[in-house]
């Protein structure tokens, strides 16, 4: 049985599982490759700190042209995320003449024209079933497996940091706060968490699958995006009387004015599978045309199951197959034309709104006639005083009808300039 | 663009499907392959009825050879099912050079080596996402995306048909025969819907997804298979109350003592996603040992989501693909050594056990020293008389702790020659 030699640029939490499975299995990886796979080098710019691998000696290094310059290494893997200096070390792997297995969706996101583009002229490919879901085999599904369907529908929790947050919300009744402490205590969540709970990473893994699926080359800051940094635990509880569970949902669909895109919190039904994926678990429901509804669910993130994805590319990227739906599918191609976006403003969809407003009559009947002029009618109505003192501010929740995304946002935008509206407007979509 | 010529063989429910994609889909197809893909001929003995599918001439056609003869034929879809003529059409296909999509579950779990041996020396492949699970990529996430993991695990609703009766028996309350009459009427069931309800349909998908998995290579006459004709509306009530659903489950499990291997209607908790499967979807639940759990839904069955799956097969056969996951696998090869299968009276878990017994004092007291005997420790017990005349025999449903599977065959054969006791015990696993 020969050898083929792969690296690892990036020695962090899912360098580290990459490690384990490449150093650790290495009988059942060349079993399931049909030669040996030797993981020979991990590049790093700390080369001193213990992460309870144990490896051989001269295999990590700082110096990233000793990968560069073996011309036996073929595959090589980045996991240092982010743009720079990760977007640099692909274009150099490439260059040199690896294939890439990269988990960054960030990169990919903002820029997978360039970085694929360069892999096309090396004649290399990019393989990255690890930058959206973990472990779950949601590129390769789509890419693969579900090509026989035109897609009509994305709905997807990618975020298991946010799904962890919610579901402490939910069932130990906890606000946003002491939620996101936990997630931070048990390392669900980093020090500064930003990135999850505002919606970018939703975002950037939906602009990946919107490409993938539907063929849509969003610039991912131009997609409408809510965190779920303004979720309270009176949403979850008033959602909850309605049958209902908030998820962060990334959601794709086909229209006939192009691919709606979105990510918001959102009410979905207590009965759906997706209302049903807790703590850190991600799901993906795909609508196909031929196929239906297909639900993948596990993982999102974490060592091990991330690792999985990794090395599958790697396996993938040995053999020949990633190589092969890479030259088929044409991703980020300039050439290639892209779906047409549908405007933001014309999408449409039921609301669930929340205002905090002044206790005193007329209040109700002032929100409501906005509303009315912004064509949005109302499905039902909460209001309720947060506690017994007369001049306290009452939460005002509004449940509406279909209506346009841009009669939503100026409605909103006209009831947060009002004298008896405090701050801004929570609001969610409803399922 | 270059043109491939493909052929199908069995032009029933799935392959009107399959006829309906390729033929109204050739831009899109085209576009996912690089290359034209031209479904050239359908073989069937049956060239008369209207499919409701437009076909050119000569399309259609009962001799098998015109499509053996035509030597730019290299991709073939087998569609027959069963044993024979399938199983001589595939060797023959093979033979004259074709690459072979199958959905047949059955061939495959009774002849799988004999196939795949032709293939080989034909050097040829043979793709088989559509024998389970339907338009579910789980052939193709086990055989691609998870390899890097060793399988833990896999337990799998993979009847529709099943899952339908259990739903309309758990949500409609009604008995067995008015569920399986309903599946047959919405078309669900077969008009003889033995192959489904007595686990025959499940046990093959499981013999498949045991050698695909964990390389075992059982014979599926072999493997314990209990169908859910015995289960009545009484368990799915004593099973909710418990906080169960009632469905029909395959499982494969590794242990110590090689895999665990078996089909029996299954008592799975309440709150978890595989008792949340409802009607004629599907689920299979894998937990690999880096990946974690992994959960795939869809629809198992039905024209157009099973078309999906032959398909995504065609176009992975012609871009190549196919054959090199079918050469890595080395599946059902004779030289490759199959994983021990643990001998099934070793196997261990809870049991529901229902009896139909005679209503009069020391009844219990018999059989509960019987399963004392067998080491078998009670968990609960529920007595109901059928009605209030004193004759009338009672229902007895015991939960017993985890026991020996041998054990529990013993006393229940035991139990069953009791004079007290009516008709035979009926037994179903608990999760």
């Not at 996101?109 to 990019?126: K, L, P, Q, V, W």
């Not at 779920?228 to 909850?240: G, P, Q, S």
């Not at 596990?298 to 190589?323: F, H, M, Q």
């Amino acid at each position: 049985m020969d050898t083929v030699k792969v690296a690892l640029v990036g020695f962090g939490t899912i360098g580290i599982g990459v490690a384990k499975i490449l150093l650790g299995q290495q009988e059942r990886i060349a079993g399931a490759v049909g030669r040996n796979v030797k993981l020979v080098r991990i590049c790093d710019k700390d080369t001193q700190r213990d992460r309870g691998v144990k490896l051989p000696a001269e295999m990590l290094t700082d110096d990233l042209n000793v990968i560069l310059n073996d011309s036996e290494i073929f595959t090589a893997i980045e996991l240092v995320g982010g743009i720079e200096p990760a977007r640099s070390i692909i274009l150099s792997l490439l260059k040199s003449g690896k294939n890439v297995v990269t988990a960054n969706k960030a990169l990919l996101a903002t820029h997978g024209g360039e970085i694929f583009d360069a892999a096309r002229s090396y004649n290399r490919s990019i393989s990255f079933e690890a930058a959206v879901g973990g472990g779950i085999p949601v590129v390769n599904a789509i890419s693969t497996a579900l090509q026989a369907n035109a897609l009509c529908q994305l709905q997807a929790i990618v975020n298991g940091t946010c799904n962890f947050i919610l579901t402490q919300m939910e069932e130990r009744g906890t606000d946003y706060a002491t939620a996101v402490a936990e997630a931070q205590r048990l390392g669900y969540a980093e020090a500064n968490p930003a990135m999850d709970v505002n919606g970018t990473d939703t975002v950037q893994k939906l602009a990946i699958l919107a490409h993938l699926g539907f063929g849509a080359k969003p610039n991912w800051q131009d997609v409408p995006r809510t965190g779920i940094d303004t979720v309270e635990a009176i949403d979850i509880v008033y959602a909850k009387r309605l049958g209902y569970r908030i998820k962060l949902l990334a959601v794709a669909e086909a229209t006939p004015d192009g691919v709606e895109l979105y990510v918001s919190p959102t009410l979905v039904r207590i009965d759906t599978p997706v209302a049903n994926v807790r703590d850190s678990f991600n799901i993906i429901r795909i609508v196909g045309d031929a196929v239906g509804d297909v639900l993948l669910q596990g993982r999102g993130a974490g060592e091990l199951p991330t690792a999985s994805a990794i090395v599958g590319d790697v396996i993938d990227t040995i053999l020949g197959r990633a190589k092969i739906t890479f030259d088929t599918l044409n991703l980020w191609k300039k050439e290639r034309p892209a779906t047409k976006i549908k405007n933001p403003a014309e999408i449409c969809g039921k609301n669930y709104l929340r205002f905090l407003v002044e206790d005193r009559p007329g209040v109700l009947a002032e929100i409501a006639g906005i509303l009315g002029r912004h064509k949005i009618s109302i499905a039902s109505v909460l209001q309720q005083q947060d506690n017994e003192s007369n001049n306290s501010p009452a939460v005002l929740i509004i449940m509406t009808h279909v209506s346009r995304e841009g009669d939503t946002l100026a409605a909103i935008d006209t009831i947060d300039s009002l004298v008896c509206v405090r701050g801004k407007t929570v609001r969610m979509r409803v399922e």
